[in-house]
């Protein structure tokens, strides 16, 4: 699409003033925001229901958070639209720095590109706080099924059924990436209601596996209802040695360039995971005020302890990172980006 | 761990110091929140979250799953009372209950409601104990195919409701059909009759919907009719003994209908063990199977209380079978069940199979939650009554604001969003309309609660099992219930009309 350079300017224009500002701030005395945030109340905005991974990790990391803003937190549920509802409750709500959210910025960043409507926001112009965790997506297939391997489903002699959330959704979209990248033969049923009605169907045997996250489908491997069959990533986690990389079988299997591309900006969207952000436009010494308590709360070494107790992943990126990578992934050679509209609004 | 070892630990460690007091406190947050009409059990487990990271895995079952437990006990009471559901699954109460209040019998449709509850709930969580060796193959029955044809099954339970008047019964339920439509398609997705609005993307949400059909618009009907909620007696409030007298009357009738009570949970448990369908259709196919079986069809709507006590009973079992999959297979069938597994994910404890074999003791707390869970709340739902009956006899005047904004704030509540209150309003007046001209509000809901299962599951059978997906044999059988049941119908129906003719 022509208008890639025009966004990567776009996004530098961005960046440089905001990193100067951020660089100078750093330098400045904090204690003027600090007077501002003690005892003050911060909104905490879920886009989603309370239950859900959203949800648990803001009540995760919240504690700490107050402990290092001397602020009272306030977390508030605004589920709608897929999460797009909360994203632009955050994005429009006032500039004071008391409105802060957790979002997921690979759904946010495909949304945009696809424009989709209703989203109100840009997303490179919030404010980020850091980023909890990244997409770890894998492919989960039942352990009760015809398969073990994801090279027997390459084989496969007959269309086999993946479940999908709704048309255009994170399950749906990564089910069309590996399609797209192994020709996979498969049949993507969309319009679960959601992953727990996939699960259930995976039972039942009305289908083969889904796309998802680690965090949701390690329970059920341990289970032995489940077995991860494909990861995303660089490399291979340790928890899941079995399985390869969608980049080493597309490596493997020699996919070409113009797939290459397409997998390279699936990656860099996995990167971008759940950040915490702020609306656009926050009085810079709050920004950095609120960057530097978030960085103490992911550091806390109790917080990370109760992290892991409760089996979840965090790969903690700082607000300068979480920004630099959310620019990244927007930007991405025009057919990979023709992919992932289409992939998006459902036209695949 | 066996089963018995299991299930006397749980009874132990249900009644121990260690676990009562939170059980104590989390029903009596339940009822309270039920009482408030648009907040329910999934508020009242929301609420509760925070506190459950103190708390030892035992006592934080006990209390949010007692907060979420009587929840549908405070519910109906406001139901009866107040014309007003306490929550979306009492909306069938609605249909009896404040009939018999008009004629003065508020308190004795209230004890009836409340020992339905504790019976229904009680039949659930036995049915649900029962299960347990077969818990997996029970909560995998119910797929996209046995939905669909549930679902059909249910909306054919329109008929029941609105035999007096059939035309204006079919024009509510297609009326519920189409709403059920707004949104998002699944399969196009495509927006629907949202008019370019963001907010009507997920379609009509249940609540502010329930709210404005059964509440709002009652209060409309209050607020120009003038009087009180208790309009028979000459204005004086009811005595204290004539309501003890009245809610112990309800208990006794309740109890003498045991078999009606028992045919109603099994309704609800069954419905229970479906994902995705909900209490409030469970209670208006409990309602209609009351009515159909009654010997007096003639007096259903007009304030009869098998009507309160099929529903009530029906919408308190469904716990128990909606608690099947969660625990099999840590799979939630509802909202609720989802904010319960993310609780006992705080808790520490893992769920699924795992709970099965190595924390069966937990299953039985929660089993005996739901079951005491429910007697605190009859016991306590009885004191409750007194100063709510003598509001009832308040002014019109004095009464409607306070309730329209209670009201107003539960349709906000559910989603943090100020758009549920418009549609509230706009629901409200659309009752209020209904409810004028007589067309049936409940065949309307189960319309717009059933349409969007059955869409949405039909598009998923026909992709999984292709075009004859109803051959299978569960799918089958159902089909086959549902044709003889509508067929049955269809024919009392015309002898009806040719007895009058």
């Known amino acids: ?348 | 761990m066996g089963i018995l070892e299991g299930f006397v630990s749980g009874l132990f460690q249900a009644f121990s110091f260690d676990v009562f007091p939170y059980l104590l406190v989390g029903s009596l947050f339940g009822l309270i929140v039920g009482v408030i009409p648009g907040l329910s059990g999934h508020f009242a487990m929301a609420m509760a979250i925070p506190f459950l990271y103190t708390m030892e895995p035992n006592a934080g079952v006990a209390f949010i799953l007692g907060a979420h437990a009587t929840v549908a006990q405070g519910g109906g009471i406001t139901a009866i009372l107040f014309s007003t559901p306490g929550t979306g699954q009492n909306a069938a109460t609605m249909l009896d209950g404040p009939p018999m209040r008009r004629q003065g019998l508020g308190g004795q449709a209230v004890g009836a409601a409340l020992l339905a509850c504790f019976m229904g709930a009680t039949f659930g969580a036995v049915a649900l104990a029962i299960l347990l060796p077969v818990l997996q193959e029970a909560s995998l029955l119910f797929g996209p195919p046995e939905i669909v044809i549930l679902s059909f099954l249910a909306l054919t339970f329109v008929a029941v409701l609105g035999k007096e008047d059939m035309a204006r019964s079919l024009v509510a339920a297609l009326l519920g059909l189409m709403l059920a439509m707004v949104g998002l398609d699944n399969v196009t997705n495509q927006a629907r009759f949202t008019f370019d609005s963001f907010a009507l993307i997920d379609g009509l949400p249940l609540v502010p919907v329930i709210l404005g059909l059964f509440a709002v618009s009652e209060m409309f009907d209050l607020f120009i009719r003038g009087g009180s909620l208790s309009d028979s007696s000459d204005g004086k409030a009811m005595s204290m003994r004539e309501t003890q007298r009245q809610i112990f009357s309800g208990m006794k009738i309740t109890l003498q209908k045991w078999w009606l009570v028992m045919r109603c949970s099994s309704i609800g448990t069954l419905m229970g063990l479906v994902p995705g369908l909900g209490s409030a259709p469970a209670a208006f196919v409990a309602y209609g199977h009351a009515k159909q079986t009654s010997k007096d069809k003639a007096s259903f709507g007009k304030g009869n209380i098998e009507g309160v006590i099929g529903a009530e009973a029906a919408n308190d079992a469904v716990e128990g079978g909606a608690l099947a999959s969660t625990i099999a297979f840590g799979i939630p069938g509802s909202s609720s069940m989802a904010i319960l597994l993310g609780g006992l994910f705080i808790l520490g404890m893992e769920t699924g199979p795992r709970m099965m074999i190595s924390h069966l003791d937990i299953v039985f707390v929660m089993i005996f939650t739901i079951v005491i869970g429910n007697l605190i709340g009859t016991i306590f739902g009885m004191f409750l009554v007194n100063p709510l009956t003598r509001a009832t006899f308040l002014r019109s005047s004095i009464l409607v604001p306070v309730l329209i904004c209670i009201v107003f704030t539960g349709a906000y509540v559910v989603h943090n969003a100020w758009f549920e209150m418009v549609i509230a309003l706009v629901f409200g007046i659309l009752g209020y309309v209904m409810k004028e001209l007589s067309y049936s509000r409940a065949a309307m809901l189960i319309g717009l609660v059933l349409g969007y299962a059955i869409e949405k599951n039909l598009y998923l059978a026909l992709q999984l099992d292709g075009p004859r997906f109803y051959l299978d044999p569960i799918p089958l059988t159902l089909v086959v219930i549902t044709l003889v049941f509508l067929g049955w119908n269809i024919w009392t129906f015309i002898r009806d009309r040719k007895k009058e003719a």
């Open chain 1, 1 to 348: 699409m022509k208008n890639t350079l025009f966004r990567t300017a776009t996004a530098l224009a961005v960046m440089i003033p905001t990193l100067f500002m951020a660089g100078q701030s750093q330098a400045e005395d904090l204690s003027a925001a600090e007077a501002f945030y003690d005892g003050n109340t911060i909104n905490w905005i879920v886009p989603y229901s309370p239950g859900g991974g959203y949800d648990e990790y803001s009540r995760l990391i919240i504690p700490y958070f107050e402990k290092y803003t001397g602020a009272r937190v306030r977390l508030q549920n605004n589920p709608g639209a897929g999460g797009m509802r909360g994203a632009n409750d955050i994005y429009r709500a006032p500039k004071d720095g008391l409105t802060v959210g957790i979002v997921n910025g690979s759904a946010l960043v495909t949304n945009q590109l696809a424009d989709i409507e209703g989203a109100i926001y840009e997303f490179e112009n919030y404010g980020f706080l850091g980023r909890m965790v990244a997409d770890q997506r894998v492919l989960a297939i039942s352990t009760t099924g015809e398969f073990d391997t994801i090279e027997e489903m390459l084989e496969a002699g007959s269309t086999f059924k993946i479940g999908a959330t709704g048309l255009g959704g994170s399950t749906y979209v990564d089910a069309l990436v590996a399609g797209e990248l192994f020709n996979l033969d498969q049949d993507i049923i969309h319009g679960f209601d959601s992953s727990s009605v996939i699960r259930q169907a995976m039972l039942r045997r009305d289908i083969v596996g889904m796309w998802g996250s680690y965090g949701s489908a390690i329970q059920d491997v341990e289970d032995g209802m489940q077995k991860i069959v494909l990861q995303s990533g660089q490399e291979r986690t340790d928890a899941i040695p079995d399985a390869p990389t969608v980049l080493e079988l597309a490596e493997r299997m020699q996919v070409g360039d113009e797939k290459m591309a397409v997998l390279r900006a699936w990656q860099g969207l996995n990167d971008v995971g759940r950040p915490v952000v702020t609306p656009p436009g926050i009085p810079a010494d709050r920004l950095a005020f609120l960057q530097r308590a978030f960085e103490q709360a992911m550091n806390d070494p109790e917080m990370i302890e109760e992290a892991q107790s409760s089996g979840r992943d965090l790969t903690f990126a700082n607000g300068e990172r979480m920004a630099q990578i959310a620019t990244d992934a927007a930007v991405m050679p025009e057919s990979a980006e023709a992919f992932f509209v289409e992939a998006v609004a459902g036209g695949i």
